[in-house]
């Protein structure tokens, strides 16, 4: 068994320790009041127990606090005392230096709960450690200086989660759609450098690369660009191409007939695509930005966005070429192909592609085949999304989320045109409901009555995110602010009108419905009975919202929290305040947002539908998914899935297994299995249990991530059921 130091590291359990420091604890105490060797040597079994049983790694403090109920448990209270004043007088002694010891860790690569953050970061990297270090020191000055204590305290309890603290110091803010079409149609600026409107296809894709890049340098959260935006460019290659393939026919004196002449242009044009989407793709994995990652990226395949025929066979070209190249994957160091974790794909089922007449059915049913092999695209319904996206004119719109699934509300500005790109999310803070429910004791009147507590709490430090974002100039992200990417401010000009009216929103998160629920009615959220509780959660949490939106004309919007490395933190967190209670807080995680358990047996058409109700009261974002087996061989149940998508649920995915070993070369599910108390991957050809040989691919929540997950969401993981 290993346990978590305060400094992150990770250590193998030593027993003889805890026995050591009961023991200086009671000699300290008068000879009257002391404890038996015999009573020291039960405490020491029972806390060695209670660890064993939590099925994680514990930390230093939730060992030490489990000494102290022992102690007292057993009557010693003048043991407990000497213990508990040992501890406060060694807490005071590291606060000095907390920061230093974190850092210094993390450098050495043995501060575990870093290496677990992000599964899409590898800490052993000067320039991820880079980001790591500035993360600490910033997280070190919010909780000093720039919360209020009240809300450090709460996220520290694991009451709330006040999300990206590693970059609050910075008047940073969270993810954004894009407004590529601006950049390229207009112009814009790269680091001083004027860049013109691309005269071709690859170069469009050249400059959307860097765009990118730079985009994700001057934020913390995922950005999603649009396909549509470069389809335009494809028409001016084709006119190029045109020109060239006339002058050679010319300058060897070939009268080519004109069928023959446009076939030569198309397979010169598709040649072309073919290269601008591979430097989108290869670009995107290659490339690390400031952050110490791949940038943070969706692109997004809408048909009915293309705003001609022509653009749209254009557009269907270019999504074509795409899902190609994401069903081939990319290569790893040993040239084998594998699943990337970026770019995100999200594909709009629509009438010009559902159904097996559709003209563009064949993209559907690659898009299948893609998402078997790959595990993207995923798909948003374009028929429930016009239904659920209407704006002040009465009009439902259909548009990509933010990175992962951050979605905008619907806007319209000054001149009464809807308007997506260019806008941004300033934030999020989430609302753990477990907590809530738990301190509530089951008391109805109680858990509403704390659950508004919390809601102000949360409240007040979206307030603190908005506040650190007002004030700032443009001049601090020209790429965000003055050259397109979000708006064409002046320099020296505040972003503060962007944080008002609607133009950008601010997130209140959730997590954890299930088993809130589960402990406050004693079933699941999917039963009839407990359903209506549930609903009323949610429904509480946007009419809060709505109130915060209706004083300060800022769009609160209610988020399902995707809970990378936090369900792990909230999970640890219940067990230290309220213990082990069975079916709520016996895991080492908790349930993201909205959806049914992940161990919990229902099929994917009854929870797609059953989640599309609680997805619509997520307006600022959410996604469901089904659990499935390798679909390679059963593509025509995939688009099945995909049908009742498009008519039931607004965004759903589809997860399946995606792996590679190293070591011997097998290609299919590598399993986990439990060594020494933690969960490690393990190849199931070669018992391969090096996680730097390998390479596993699993949707964590709404994105693919890599094999370095925390051990709350690796037995998330382990835990899921089939859906199909």
């Given amino acids: 068994m290993k346990i978590i130091k305060r400094n992150g590291a990770e250590v193998v359990f030593d027993v003889d320790k805890i026995q050591t420091a009961i023991t200086k604890a009671n000699n300290s105490t008068e000879e009257k009041y002391r404890m038996t060797p015999l009573q020291i040597q039960r405490i020491t079994e029972h806390v060695q127990i209670a660890c064993e049983q939590m099925g994680r790694s514990p930390s230093v403090e939730e060992i030490q606090d489990l000494v102290e109920k022992s102690i007292m448990a057993h009557g010693a209270f003048e043991v407990a005392k000497e213990y508990i004043t040992y501890r406060y007088t060694r807490s005071l002694l590291r606060q000095s230096n907390t920061t230093d010891d974190r850092i210094l860790s993390l450098i050495e690569c043995n501060n575990e709960e870093v290496k677990q953050e992000n599964a899409n ?44 603290s590693d970059y609050y110091a910075q008047h940073m803010h969270n993810c954004d759609l894009v407004n590529l079409e601006d950049m390229l149609q207009n112009g ?13 296809f690859s170069t469009a894709c050249n400059i959307a690369t860097q765009i990118i890049a730079q985009v994700a340098s001057n934020q913390y959260g995922g950005q999603s660009i649009s396909l549509t935006h470069l389809a335009p460019f494809v028409q001016i290659s084709r006119e190029k191409i045109r020109r060239t393939v006339d ?118 049913r690659l898009a299948a085949e893609c998402t078997a092999k790959r595990m993207v695209p995923d798909y948003i319904s374009e028929k429930k ?26 806007y319209v500005d000054e001149n009464g045109k809807p308007k997506y790109y260019g806008r941004f999310n300033q934030g999020v803070v989430t609302i753990n409901l477990v907590d809530v429910a738990l301190s509530s004791g089951r008391d109805m009147d109680k858990f509403w009555q704390i659950f508004d507590e919390r809601l102000d709490l949360c409240y007040r430090a979206l307030l603190c995110r908005h506040e650190r974002l007002k004030g700032t100039l443009s001049d601090a992200a020209p790429i965000l602010w003055q050259y397109g990417a979000l708006a064409r401010l002046q320099k020296g000009e505040p972003i503060d009108k962007l944080l008002y009216g609607g133009y950008s929103t601010i997130s209140l998160g959730y997590a954890g419905l299930y088993e809130c629920v589960k402990y406050m009615t004693g079933r699941s959220h999917t039963d009839d009975e407990a359903k209506p509780f549930a609903l009323a959660v949610m429904q509480h949490m946007n009419d ?23 369900t792990y933190k909230f999970a640890k967190c219940l067990q ?42 997520s307006p600022g974002g959410a996604i469901s998914y089904v659990e499935v087996p390798n679909m390679q061989q059963n593509i025509d149940a995939v688009l099945e899935v995909m049908k009742f998508i498009y008519d039931n649920i607004m965004y759903a995915e589809l997860n399946t297994k995606s792996d590679y070993c190293q070591c011997c070369g097998f290609d299919g599910e590598i399993g986990l ?15 391969n249990k090096d996680q730097n040989k390998m390479n596993v691919a699993r949707r964590t929540c709404g994105y693919i991530g890599t094999q370095f997950w925390n051990q709350g969401r690796t037995q998330e993981i382990k835990d899921r059921v089939l859906h199909l």
């Avoid at 320039?127 to 000093?144: F, N």
């Fill in 121 to 164: 970061k590898n800490p052993t990297i000067n320039a991820v450690q880079r980001d790591y270090m500035a993360g600490e020191v910033s997280k070190d000055i919010t909780k000093r200086i720039l919360l209020p204590q009240d809300v450090v305290a709460a996220h520290e309890a694991g009451i709330i989660h006040f999300h990206d």
């Fill in 188 to 200: 814009t600026v790269i680091s001083g450098t004027l860049i013109e409107k691309p005269h071709s």
């Fill in 247 to 364: 002058k050679e026919m010319e300058i060897l004196g070939i009268d080519a007939p004109e069928e023959k002449r446009r076939q030569i242009v198309e397979d010169r044009l598709r040649e072309e695509i073919r290269r601008g989407v591979q430097t989108i793709q290869y670009q995107v994995v290659t490339l690390m930005t400031t952050n110490g990652q791949a940038p943070f990226i969706t692109v997004f395949m809408y048909l009915n966005e293309a705003r001609s025929q022509q653009e749209k066979k254009d557009l269907a070209m270019i999504i074509e070429e795409t899902l190609r190249q994401r069903y081939e994957g990319v290569k790893n160091e040993k040239g084998v192909w594998i699943t990337p974790a970026f770019p995100k794909l999200i594909y709009v089922l629509e009438e010009d592609n559902i159904t097996e007449d559709a003209p563009y059915w064949y993209l559907t």
């Fill in 385 to 410: 999304m016009l239904e659920l996206k209407i704006d002040a004119n009465g009009e439902g719109h259909c548009y990509t989320c933010m990175g992962c699934r951050s979605f905008l509300t619907p």
């Fill in 544 to 566: 809060m919202c709505f109130k915060w939106r209706e004083a300060h004309n800022i769009h609160f919007s209610l988020y399902g929290t995707p809970l990378e490395s936090t």
């Fill in 576 to 617: 230290n305040r309220f213990g082990m209670i069975p079916g709520i807080t016996d895991k080492s995680y908790i349930t993201n947002s909205y959806h049914v358990h992940v161990s919990e047996e229902i099929d994917a058409f009854t929870k797609l539908a059953f989640e599309a109700e609680f997805q619509q009261l």
């Fill in 673 to 687: 299995e439990e060594d020494d108390g933690k969960l490690v991957w393990v190849c199931p050809n070669c018992g």
